[in-house]
């Protein structure tokens, strides 16, 4: 009896001994986080949105397979400042990063990478930085050797790894014809900048390097949070051979534009292939949005000509620059299998300032209350199906201002003159209502001037003391 008994016994020691031996797996671990960020891609230039000429299967795909954000803005018509937004949670006029190549990422600001080491990820930067200078010694770009005033690099903001450029470069032979008196690298380390495999399209140099990130730390059961910035379809626009001609119906300047777009959308694929052939997949949280609206003209106060700048709002008034939705309303979805219904398409307002706090949702973390947020958990959001935004998006660029609410929008494009849009009747905001509506813009008025007076005492720095 003594001996039947202990065999009955077997299944449960020798499951145990397994369990107890196994290794974890990266689906038994927190989710690994991949946040992508096109540069100057228009709103209407991916076939998610509806465009029947730009080639996007990839992207499409990757779409489909989680929630598609009709609108989603970034939290400023140009780059410096939405990225500022993307990595702290707050608008960039809380600490000086007012536009492009201005101000540069503080050390006081509480920035999501550092906050992911703090979990145990292992945290990646590619791509297009644009949040200070790299180096302080060697001329690069339009800020790096120029002591260490503007230096801000990704290593000193939670990156353990990076392969990272202060701003844009061309988007095929990245290293050359930039046009700048010092030439753009691609940093690695500080002093440190790579010299191999920069030939070629852009968006595949960068993903050759994000992607031995990923499958190392995959391989490892290490989470990982990767940042991935392409510089595509920034200027200067540029494609291979092999991607004009797919597009050799149209002429030369949307050959170029296209079919940047198309490379990158390859790298997606490459993107896509791996996370698959790592089983990973499943456990894998990814968004992806553009910095801002295409550029070219019909923008904001500063114009961004161009002729190869051939993106399009899909209707959506003004471009890059403008505070109007087609400069700030931007292409974008998030991805987490098994935690957001796939296949679906939400018009719930979001911002990039609502990522750092979405992050830290994911990880049952609760944003610091030492400083005030702009963004919202958008993640909890969209999984609890809310119909409304409580919290308005605020804007402010250069003279622009507009505070954006779930139904309506105020705008002033120069400071004087302000303009009301129903963004549930208008989205193309071609009816101003500010004259019908009277009570409605002073209360709007009064909000968004609450929210500036908050920034400008952000900005002197009392929020670190």
């Given at each position: 009896m003594k001996q039947l008994f202990l065999l009955s016994l077997l299944p449960f020691i020798f499951g145990f001994l397994s369990c107890a031996n196994r290794v974890p797996k990266n689906n038994d671990t927190k989710p690994n986080i991949i946040m992508i960020m096109a540069d100057d891609l228009g709103w209407g230039d991916v076939g998610f949105n509806g465009n029947k000429v730009?080639?996007?299967?990839?992207?499409?795909?990757?779409?489909a397979s989680g929630i598609?954000?009709?609108?989603?803005?970034?939290?400023?018509?140009?780059?410096?400042?939405?990225?500022?937004?993307?990595?702290?949670?707050?608008?960039?006029?809380?600490?000086?990063i007012?536009?492009?190549?201005?101000?540069?990422?503080?050390?006081?600001?509480?920035?999501?990478?550092?906050?992911?080491?703090?979990e145990g990820y292992t945290t990646g930067h590619f791509g297009k930085w644009h949040l200070g200078a790299i180096s302080d010694s060697i001329p690069d770009g339009r800020r790096g050797g120029l002591g260490t005033e503007y230096l801000?690099?990704?290593?000193?903001?939670?990156?353990?790894?990076?392969?990272?450029?202060?701003?844009?470069?061309?988007?095929?032979?990245?290293?050359?014809?930039q046009k700048l008196k010092n030439p753009t690298r691609y940093w690695l380390a500080p002093g440190v900048y790579e010299t191999e495999n920069l030939e070629?399209?852009?968006?595949?140099?960068?993903?050759?390097?994000?992607?031995?990130?990923?499958?190392?730390?995959?391989?490892?059961?290490?989470?990982?949070?990767?940042?991935?910035?392409?510089?595509?379809?920034?200027?200067?626009?540029?494609?291979?051979?092999?991607y004009c001609d797919m597009y050799k119906d149209y002429d030369e300047n949307k050959q170029h534009y296209y079919g940047c777009i198309t490379a990158l959308d390859d790298q997606i694929a490459r993107l896509n292939k791996e996370l698959s052939a790592l089983g990973i997949g499943e456990n894998t949280l990814i968004t992806f949005c553009s910095d801002?609206?295409?550029?070219?003209?019909?923008?904001?106060?500063?114009?961004y000509p161009g002729k190869r700048q051939q993106g399009t709002t899909a209707g959506?008034?003004?471009?890059?620059?403008?505070?109007?939705?087609?400069?700030?309303?931007v292409p974008a979805f998030i991805v987490w299998p098994g935690q957001l219904k796939a296949g679906t398409r939400s018009d719930f307002p979001g911002v990039t300032s609502d990522y750092f706090p979405s992050i830290l949702g994911v990880l049952g973390l609760k944003v610091p209350e030492t400083r005030p947020y702009d963004g919202i958990d958008l993640i909890k959001a969209l999984r609890n199906e809310d119909k409304k935004r409580e919290k308005y998006i605020a804007f402010q660029s250069q003279k622009q201002k507009s505070l954006v609410t779930?139904?309506?929008?105020?705008?002033?494009?120069?400071?004087?003159?302000?303009?009301?849009?129903?963004?549930?009747?208008?989205?193309?905001?071609?009816?101003?209502?500010?004259?019908?509506?009277?009570?409605?813009?002073?209360?709007?008025k009064q909000q968004l001037n609450e929210w500036l007076e908050s920034c400008k005492n952000s900005d002197t720095g009392n929020d670190y003391k």
């Open positions: 730009i080639q996007t299967p990839a992207l499409d795909q990757m779409a598609i954000l009709d609108r989603f803005y970034s939290a400023a018509p140009v780059c410096s400042p939405t990225r500022g937004s993307f990595m702290t949670g707050r608008h960039p006029f809380r600490y000086g007012y536009y492009a190549n201005v101000g540069f990422m503080k050390d006081q600001e509480i920035n999501l990478a550092e906050l992911m080491q703090q801000s690099t990704p290593w000193n903001n939670g990156f353990d790894e990076c392969f990272s450029t202060e701003q844009a470069v061309p988007t095929w032979d990245p290293m050359k014809n070629g399209d852009d968006s595949r140099v960068i993903m050759d390097r994000a992607l031995p990130f990923i499958k190392k730390h995959a391989k490892n059961n290490q989470p990982f949070f990767t940042v991935i910035w392409f510089h595509t379809p920034h200027s200067p626009v540029v494609a291979g051979p092999q801002n609206g295409p550029a070219g003209e019909g923008g904001g106060p500063r114009q959506f008034r003004g471009r890059k620059g403008s505070l109007y939705e087609g400069g700030v309303r779930q139904q309506y929008k105020l705008v002033t494009i120069d400071s004087e003159k302000y303009e009301l849009y129903d963004m549930l009747e208008d989205p193309y905001e071609e009816n101003d209502i500010a004259a019908s509506k009277p009570e409605r813009v002073a209360e709007m």
